[in-house]
């Protein structure tokens, strides 16, 4: 094995660790500036001009902190719970692509940290193993709120995490593929987006529930359970929680860019222009391969579903847990697997006939099973509302 | 000696480890998280026999979902630190006795396959591929097909044996 | 070997190095004033009231179990999607069947209530 590899190896995790970071601080200061200004207020403005220093602020202030241990907390779990909450937030990133697979200095770079086939089955490992950061530090914690907060919050997540599962194996039976770079160049001529909308929705909902953002983070919900599965925790470790949720937030976003809309690609209208990232470009005596979009493009797709997540947090109230579990369980998951098994007839059809016209039955079908899901829930809620007295 | 080789034996150490932890922890929740580290080695294990499939679904399943279920069974039952109960009477014979015939059979299986088989060839040549994907996916959907179907089977059983035990007469 | 999951690894090591070392400047320069006020459980500013960890109500335990048979059922979808554009009506057929003996055990636990959330 040869040392260059290391360096790549070295080189891309650290972009990864970086922009994770990086993306982690600028996260909170865009989403209290974007709630502010949705609310009509100023939002932090005064460290740094337009407040671009507040998250440096914020750090320095927690480092700073007292960190509490609660007496009778199991102190092991207690200090290694935010750890292992924070660390699958970045490995998760492991299999993303950035950009298109390229020549550089002589040696082919592929713009992901592993390129493996087995993509999207890591994601689902990875996503798994998440849960278990919340559920320690919910037990370690000695702390009835906390204990009741992780418990709910890991019911939730595990809840949802079937839903998503189902909304990767829709990605992979168009994509027709588990390696999340034949994913993004199956997206060349349309996004799966428009291929299958109600799973991309579906997806988008349950990744909000996956990272218990509003309007499913009734596990953190102060009026009742103070913090959740963090009440105990100050210092640095709750900046660990903390740097966990907005690095979900961001690496999720990724991972539905990827799956759902084309991930580094261009739009597909502009697939055969200069702007795509398969585009030679030509600049004086220089010839090279427009790769460079591809980060760019990632970025401004995660940078809009981000906002979507901070205007669902502005616009909608918490959802009651009961409601947020039938909801999992009654709804999303047998819509998602109608939308995989519609997905599937789809596939199947567009190929015995040999059109990819064909196609065109999946958002159409797939719209039908959202629309008698929306009714479902629609005439639950009725029924709920009035019987409930 | 290999670098393969280093790992394994390195790995082994950590399996044999955690899962001695895993016996000896007096707290419950200790034993589990034990467990995770041992099916995290184990997944290595496979990584490096070239099954990468097989290895992230063990991660998903087993650390992923079973433990989960075991930790929360421990955490419902307030039991991490429950005094043991009474042990049945013979009890560590009888295991004793079972895990004699289970490495006896293990040492026999060893034995008689690695004469027939040799060494096990690594299929090195299309290992990140979709291609070894694709043939795993049909050596379970064609020359598997009944099993992979009996498992639905299975699945079902232990979902109704999970209602029946929990279920709560209605007004209760 | 397997090279692709070194450079996993590498990345785990690097993200957990981050996540130590961020505990570890919070440990060296915060304040360490302890106190037995400080270090009692929160509870709403009332003094603690029995055991911190007691028991909890078995739906979790009932969740967690659907869970894990529709996360092995998800398993299988995913070589089944890859395998799929060669199996055809045959693949589609084995998991429809596949699962709607799950769906079984599915509108099983809705009857009963088990999907329920009281």
Known sequence: ????????????????????????????????????????????????????????????????????????????????????????????????????????????????????????????????????????????????????????????????????????????LLGNSMNLH????????????????????????????????????????????????????????????????????????????????????????????????????????????????????????????????????????????????????????????????????????????????????????????????VGFVDQALRRKSYASH | MSIDLILFLILAVVAVATALGMLLSKNAVYSALFLVLNFAAIAVFYLLLGAPFIAISQVTVYAGAIMVLFLFVIMLLGAETLAPSKVLRGQGWAAFGLAVVLVAETVYLLVSRHAAVGVIARPDAFLNTMDSLREIGKALFIQYLLPFEVTSILLLVAMVGAIVLTRREKGG | MLIEYIAIAVLLVLSTAVALIAVGLGTIFGPQKKSEAKSMPYESGMSPYGEGTRRMPVRFYLIAVLFILFDIEVVFFLPWAVVFRQLTWFGLAEMVIFITILLVGYFYAWKKGALEWE
Do not use: C
Not at chain 1, 106 to 121: K, P, Q, Y
Not at chain 1, 271 to 286: C, E, Y
Not at chain 1, 328 to 333: A, D, F, M, Q
């Open chain 1, 1 to 172: 094995m040869d040392w260059t590899i290391w360096v790549e190896w070295l080189i891309k995790s650290l972009f990864v660790v970086f922009a994770l970071l990086t993306g982690f601080a600028y996260l909170t200061l865009y989403e209290r500036r974007a709630l502010a200004k949705i609310q009509v207020r100023i939002g932090p403005n005064r460290a740094g001009w337009q407040g671009l220093l507040q998250p440096v602020a914020d750090a320095v202030k927690l480092i700073f902190k007292e960190e509490l241990t609660p007496a009778k907390a199991d102190k092991l779990v207690f200090f290694w719970a935010p750890i292992i909450t924070m660390v699958p937030s970045i490995v998760i990133a492991a299999v993303i692509p950035f950009g298109p697979t390229t020549t550089l200095f002589g040696r082919t770079i592929v713009f992901s940290v592993a390129n493996i086939n087995v993509g999207v089955l890591f994601l689902m490992a990875v996503a798994s193993i998440a849960v278990y950061g919340i559920v320690l530090a919910g037990w370690s914690s000695n702390n009835k709120y906390a204990m009741l907060g992780g418990l709910r919050s890991s019911a939730q997540m595990i809840s949802y995490e079937l839903s998503l599962g189902l909304g990767f194996v829709t990605a992979i």
């Open chain 1, 182 to 373: 034949d994913i993004v160049d199956a997206q060349r001529n349309v996004w799966f987006a428009v291929v299958q909308p109600v799973g991309a929705l579906i997806f988008m909902i349950v990744t909000l529930a996956e990272v218990n953002r509003a309007p499913f983070d009734m596990p953190e919900a102060e009026q009742e359970l103070t913090a959740g599965y963090h009440s105990e925790y100050s210092g640095m470790k709750f900046a660990l929680f903390f740097m966990a949720e907005y690095q979900k937030m961001i690496a999720i976003s990724m991972i539905a860019a990827t799956l759902f809309f084309g991930g580094y690609r261009e739009f597909w209208f502009l697939k055969d222009t200069f702007l795509s990232v398969d585009a030679i470009w030509n600049i004086g005596p220089w010839q090279f391969q427009a790769w460079f979009l591809g980060p760019i493009y990632m970025l401004l797709k995660v940078v809009v579903l981000l906002f979507f997540m901070i205007w669902i947090r502005a616009t909608w109230p918490r959802i009651r847990y009961d409601r947020l579990m039938s909801f999992g369980w009654k709804v999303l998951l047998p819509l998602s697997l109608a939308v995989v098994f519609i997905s599937a007839v789809g596939v199947l059809v567009a190929q015995q006939f040999d059109n990819n016209w064909y196609l065109a039955i999946i958002p159409i079908f797939s719209s039908v099973a959202g629309l008698v899901a």
